[in-house]
């Protein structure tokens, strides 16, 4: 049974940073791809960025410059470094992992960014 659980998440002030973890277990095979969405109340859900296997990334174009996904194949853990934080990014952070055909997500950890 696949288990993704996530780190990091908090109470920051505009400015600071904050780092994400996301570690997946459980598998047999390796993740393809994986990545964070975000989500506030009433809002539809926003891929904020994903990263294969072989390091190729992509980014929403508001945290485009201000955070920076990786990974560590060999822990199967994806992070995402989030710098600059503005109040608009407030929001829970889910990670997910693509393995094989299946989508896989974690329980979501909130992310606080104070005025």
């Known amino acids: 049974q696949v288990q993704l659980v996530e780190s990091g998440g908090g109470l920051v002030a505009a400015g600071g940073s904050l780092r994400l973890s996301c570690a997946a277990s459980g598998s047999l095979f390796r993740a393809n791809t994986m990545g964070w969405y975000r989500q506030t109340p009433g809002e539809q859900r926003e891929l904020v960025a994903s990263?294969?296997?072989?390091?190729?990334?992509d980014y929403a174009d508001s945290v485009k410059g201000r955070f920076t996904i990786s990974r560590d194949n060999a822990k199967n853990t994806v992070y995402l470094q989030m710098n600059s934080l503005k109040p608009e990014d407030t929001a829970i952070y889910s990670c997910?992992?693509?393995?094989?055909?299946?989508?896989?997500w974690g329980q979501g950890t909130q992310v606080t960014v104070s005025s």
């Open positions: 997910y992992a693509k393995i094989l055909s299946a989508d896989y």
């Open positions: 990263i294969t296997y072989s390091g190729s990334t």
